[in-house]
């Protein structure tokens, strides 16, 4: 016999399934820890907007925020100091010599990051995909979906620590921050502005940018060169760190994380052999060894190869195993994506992708470059199989025999990463003022 529940279920899904929006489908709730939830519930500043739980509940709330509600919240931070000190377990923040950091950069950075109008259509701010509550990620869609619901074939990473990041992009084509903004700008499945000198202009015709270009800069104005210092400054401040994790390890505090956290501690840098790509210093962890491998990830994509059927989350609890056919039938093909080898052209780069930090990943699902999976759990269990065998497969990487208790010891050495100050850049960046078209148009 049905129960309602799942008839209702059966039926958004159909709705949904019709739709073929797949990338849009809910992406299982990853704040598992009870922790999580009730710092969720009890008003904090960051999780997804709507954690979908406790639908069920005739006294159910949304968390959404409107965005008189998140300006309640905001409260600015002392941004420069997280570059200047990072928080415990990270190292210096290398600024680059012809880009040093100053509070007026970052300040203008920042609000080119909040400003709507800097898109073909006056829709899309970074802050659009890079969501600060949410991990300055997007916790509910796979894939990033750009001005006028286009969307790419790439999950949006998080931008915490990108000062760190040697390699930008899944495939690592870029490699400072300066000229990184300059794809999202003009990415077509983005923010899809025609040219440079379209975003230029723009900033060009927004009278509040003069004063701020003239603090931040010296007389410049608005330069490929200008918006990219700024931006790369303000990024270079999102510095996320003082996990328990890091008062442990680096604080020498004892008590600063449980039992459980120590034994994934051990797996993670011992039989599991994580930490061979997700580095862990003597003083400091980025959990990055800013290389690319072949997990076999990509190459399952690009072959077909696919679970006879995939469970779908449709509300709290209430799951559905669909066959996989079924679901591809109605949805958008999944887009091939050969990772390194786009870039390089060499066969044996194929579905190589960056090994991406480890840090806030609690916060920052799905996860892997296509958003594939929804919890670490899932990632974990990957591992365990030993990936997805094919000719290319990092020699790293190979079946592990965890136990289902090492499964959750890793999970929860990984949860333990949240670092200690995400609620003061999130606070930060609801006090950002927001470029929008209803109240300045530049046009
Ligand atoms: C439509 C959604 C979207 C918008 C808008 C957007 N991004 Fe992204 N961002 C992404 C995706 C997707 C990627 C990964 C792309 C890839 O790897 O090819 C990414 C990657 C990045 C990265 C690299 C992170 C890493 O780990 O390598 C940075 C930094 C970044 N974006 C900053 C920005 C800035 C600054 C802006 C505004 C100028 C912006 N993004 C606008 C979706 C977006
Ligand atoms: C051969 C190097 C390598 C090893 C070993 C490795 N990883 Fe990874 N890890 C990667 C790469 C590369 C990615 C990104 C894959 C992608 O985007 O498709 C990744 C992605 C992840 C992610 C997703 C992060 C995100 O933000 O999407 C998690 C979590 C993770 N690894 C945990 C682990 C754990 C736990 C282990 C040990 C059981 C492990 N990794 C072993 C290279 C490695």
New binding site residues.
Partial sequence: MMSAIKRNALLIINTLLLLGVMSLIFVANNLQSSTDIEAQQSNAVFGPGDNKQGYDSVDYKTNSMDLQKRKSKGKEADLLEFAVTPPLGLPAVLVPKDNPITVEKVLLGRRLFFDRRLSINGTFSCAICHIPEQGFTNNEIQTAVGVEGRTGKR?A??IYNSAYLGKIF?DGRETTLERQVWSPFLARSEMANPSIGYVINKIIAINEYDELFEAAFNGRGPTMETVGMALASYERTLNVANSPFDRWKFGQQEDAVTEQVKRGFN??TGV???S???LIEEEYALFS?D???N?G??YQVSMGIEPKTTRVQLAPGVFADLDTSVIRAVSRPKINDL?LYEITENPNDRW???????RN?AL?A?????GS?QN?RE??EF??QGGVPNELL?P??KP?A?SDAEIDD?VAF?ESLTGGNVAVLVADAFAAPIGDISTDDPN
């Fill in positions: 999950n990473p998080s899944h797996v993670f599991g052999a994580c061979a790509c997700h060894d290389k690319l491998h997990t990830l990509g990772g190589k992708f960056r090994t991406p930090s480890l990943v920052t799905p996860y892997m470059h296509d999976m670490l990632v974990v591992y365990n990092s790293l990487i592990l965890l890793v990984l």
